[in-house]
């Protein structure tokens, strides 16, 4: 595997006569921040549950540090964490409860005070779940997922529906997260997000890649972009940053989510149903 974290491909997807991924190949480095960008219904949860090993694929490869994870192995599940794009935790836990409980489900976690640190929590340690606002309640489910100290991180949608503040603290937990020598695969609608935060980022739309490249300082990408898929990707040179590069401001997390909501999607830690640190059935 060399030093590749997640090498896809040719990799599909139907839904009965809809295909929702069709045919895309992806190459993510070990170390690197790889954003899939594409809007509403482009196939990016499909895809990286795939990758998590949640949803079966119709056909193609997948390898995930060395594993195939349509197997849900649990040496696989260990070195992943997973931030879903709704998700839900016990709200009658607190936050210090909340990330010991899945802490204890890995054979290594992440010490509890440091992992609160990185994603701008330890002072809502002792707070009550129902208590945090919908930001800080994101940032925990990345402490969730940081709890078995994962190699790999994949983050659906950290940030939808976020005010642009929240957003560029929630950038600051990615970078923390960059800065430890953690892979992470994200999914965004934003282009100024993967043009922030991502050493690459492949731009998805109606189930293929369509354009892919390395983001640069001046932009995200220029001339290293491949075929992938029936389409034909194209450089996305054009894309320029439209705001620079915050350098500082307290870490968060954002989104989408409704953590909290009653009868939404629940969390299982690894140990208890197999699962992640989070609760999908294959599907
Ligand atoms: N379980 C399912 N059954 C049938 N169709 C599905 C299912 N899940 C997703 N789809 C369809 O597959 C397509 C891709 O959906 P997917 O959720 O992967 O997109 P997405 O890029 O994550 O979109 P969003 O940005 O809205 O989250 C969509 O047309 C969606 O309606
Ligand atoms: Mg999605």
Redesign the pocket.
């Known amino acids: 595997m060399g030093d590749v974290a997640i090498r896809v491909r040719g990799l599909r997807r139907s839904?009965?006569d809809?295909q929702?991924v069709r045919g895309i190949d992806l190459d993510v480095e070990r170390g690197q921040v790889f954003a899939l960008l594409?809007?509403?219904?482009?196939?990016?949860?499909?895809?990286v549950e795939i990758l998590e090993g949640y949803r079966a694929r119709s056909a193609g490869e997948v390898s995930v540090l060395g594993h195939d994870p349509a197997r849900r192995e649990r040496s696989l599940r260990e070195r992943i964490g997973i931030v879903l794009?709704s998700t839900g935790v016990d709200p009658y836990l607190t936050v210090r409860e909340t990330v010991e409980l899945y802490a204890g489900f890995y054979p290594r976690p992440r010490d509890v005070r440091e992992v609160l640190d990185i994603v701008g929590l330890s002072e809502k340690l002792d707070a009550r779940v129902l208590r945090l606002s919908g930001g800080q309640q994101r940032r925990l489910d990345v402490a969730i997922a940081l709890a078995g100290d994962p190699q790999l991180l994949f983050l659906d949608?950290p940030t939808t529906g976020f005010d642009p503040g929240a957003r560029r603290q929630a950038w600051e937990v990615v970078r923390n997260l960059a800065s430890l020598g953690k892979t992470v695969l994200l999914?965004t609608?934003y282009m100024d997000e993967a043009q922030n935060l991502a050493d690459r980022v492949a731009v998805?739309a109606r189930?293929e890649i369509v354009a892919e490249g390395p983001r640069r300082r001046s932009g995200i990408g220029t001339s290293r972009t491949r075929r992938s898929g029936s389409g034909s990707p194209r450089t996305i040179s054009r894309c320029r940053p439209s705001s620079p590069r915050p350098r500082s401001g307290p870490p968060t997390a954002t989104s989408c989510s409704s953590p909290t909501r009653p009868g939404s999607c629940t969390r299982s830690p690894v140990g208890r149903s197999g699962r992640g640190s989070s609760s999908r059935g294959s599907?």
Not at 40 to 45: H, L, S, V
């Open positions: 839904y009965g809809l929702a594409g809007p509403n219904g482009a196939g990016k949860t499909t895809t794009q949608e999914t609608h998805m189930g599907r």
